[in-house]
């Protein structure tokens, strides 16, 4: 079964940091790039970060460029979001999701995870 | 790169068309044929519905096509039934190596 499975959200203060996970499983992982989307509370879809399959192409929103880093690890089938700096705005479900390519400019996200909940609050 | 700008709110009643809207600009959606469209319920992980502006995924439903004109795309929903309410987003590859941005979203409502 095609699964994404994503971990490491919670409750954390203002300015501290979080990584998130994404474990990857029933594919090929290595053949795709993948991406972050996350939603506010009540709110729309908003794309966060994406790295294409071997992480030669790397890319941010604006909203989180300079304080959060996307990686991965294709030994270990899995995605990560290194977020630091946090702010209040940056509250929301955390997705990862597969891209329908290898290089992630396409923007076809064909398989997501549950979403791992990022709150960021004092 | 500003969010792409879809109305709000449509709907329809069951066995009707609706026809949803997504604008952006030439740096995004006039610029390239990588638009895609995205059902969620509440609750619920989103579902890819189209790519590329019109290629359908296995298992979506050929009620549901894509277009595109200039810096607008669209999604028909034909013939609604009641399982299609829900949330609709659509996402534009906007350059720069790895960039997409989404939609403002469509609550599609079953009359």
């Known amino acids: 079964e095609v699964q994404l499975v994503e971990s490491g959200g919670g409750l954390v203060q203002p300015g501290r940091s979080l990584r998130l996970s994404c474990a990857a499983s029933?594919?090929?992982?290595?053949?795709?790039?993948m991406h972050w989307v996350r939603q506010a509370p009540g709110k729309g879809l908003e794309w966060v970060s994406g790295i294409s399959w071997n992480s030669g192409s790397i890319g941010y929103a604006d909203s989180v460029k300079g304080r959060f880093t996307i990686s991965r690890d294709n030994a270990k089938n899995s995605l990560y979001l290194q977020m630091n700096s946090l702010r209040a705005e940056d509250t929301a479900l955390y997705y990862c999701a597969k891209d329908t390519g290898g290089w992630g400019g396409g923007g076809a996200f064909d398989i997501w995870g549950q979403g791992t909940m990022v709150t960021v609050s004092s | 790169q500003s969010a792409l700008t879809q109305p709000p709110s449509a709907s329809g009643s069951p066995g009707q068309s609706v026809t949803i809207s997504c604008t952006g600009t030439?740096?995004?959606?006039?610029?390239?044929?990588?638009v895609s469209w995205y059902q969620q319920h509440p609750g619920k992980a989103p579902k890819l519905m189209i790519y590329e502006v019109s290629k359908r995924p296995s298992g979506v439903p050929d009620r549901f096509s894509g277009s595109k004109s200039g810096n607008t795309a669209s999604l028909t929903v034909s013939g609604l039934q009641a399982e299609d309410e829900a949330d609709y987003y659509c996402?534009?590859?906007?350059?720069?190596?790895?960039?997409?941005?989404f939609g403002g979203g469509t609550k599609l409502t079953v009359l």
């Open positions: 996402s534009s590859y906007a350059g720069s190596n790895i960039y997409v941005v």
């Open positions: 030439s740096s995004d959606v006039g610029g390239y044929n990588y």
């Open positions: 029933g594919f090929t992982f290595d053949d795709y790039a």
